[in-house]
């Protein structure tokens, strides 16, 4: 079975610090897709980012980051110069087959982050 | 374009009523979602449908629970009787395709209390 684990519950930090979001996950497939959703306080899921397990270049978004290693199985989420508006629940996420092109996303617990001015 | 919309956003509820959640996905997307978030198990995936047909009905966490989704632009989710453990957010979500690389919308979800 697929498993997405994020170790850590609950971060918190001052504003401009830069913060590191873990996550490691377990999967049989060869191909899945490794995602990072937000949950601001408004309550909604938004997607932030997606990677293909072909594709192991970081990625950068502005002051967002992606590092992808196979080799650890991990998909950590790096915020550079945090910023209140950061606070949220970041959950990461594995794409799962279930049957031809059917899949779902397996979900982590998620990570609160509180960002303080 | 309008996002997932779900209804109503909080519900509060006594033990044994019916409990009905509603969703208007995305138009132009075929697959609907419905999740349910706790804190001791996080999202958890309880159906999907693709084309308003059922697909995935594993997550479904008793017979109390049943979703419907009679057109491309409605699913209801229905706990009858409920039940104290019941209470959780439930998001509805959407999706073009159901491919394993493809995003979800989520809706603003549904905060459920069951007294």
């Known amino acids: 079975a697929q498993k997405v684990t994020q170790a850590q519950t609950e971060i918190s930090v001052v504003e401009k610090e830069d913060v590191t979001l873990d996550c490691v996950y377990e999967t049989r497939d060869t191909t899945y897709y490794l995602f990072w959703y937000k949950q601001p306080p408004s309550g909604e899921l938004v997607f932030l980012i997606r990677r293909n397990s072909f594709d192991e270049q970081n990625e950068i978004s502005g002051r967002y980051s992606w590092n992808f290693q196979k080799s650890t199985s991990s998909f950590n989420f790096t915020i550079t110069a945090s910023q209140v508006v950061d606070s949220a629940v970041y959950f990461c996420?594995?794409?799962?087959?279930?049957?031809?092109?059917?899949?779902?996303?397996?979900f982590g617990k998620g990570i609160t982050l509180s960002v303080r001015p | 374009d309008a996002g997932v919309i779900q209804s109503p956003r909080h519900e509060v509820t006594e033990m044994g009523q019916e409990v009905t959640l509603r969703c208007k996905p995305i138009s132009g997307h075929d697959y609907l979602f419905w999740y349910r978030q706790t804190m001791m198990r996080g999202l958890e995936l309880l159906i999907y449908?693709?084309?308003?047909?059922?697909?995935?009905d594993s997550g479904m966490p008793e017979d109390r629970f049943s979703a419907k989704m009679p057109n491309a632009s409605f699913s209801t989710l229905k706990i009858q009787p409920s039940e104290p453990r019941d209470s959780a957010v439930y998001f509805c979500?959407?999706?073009?395709?159901?491919?394993?690389?493809?995003?979800?919308?989520f809706g603003s979800g549904t905060q459920l209390s069951v007294l």
């Open positions: 996420a594995l794409s799962e087959i279930l049957t031809g092109a059917n899949s779902k996303l397996t």
């Open positions: 979500a959407s999706s073009p395709f159901n491919a394993r690389g493809e995003k979800l919308f």
């Open positions: 449908f693709n084309n308003n047909v059922p697909i995935d």
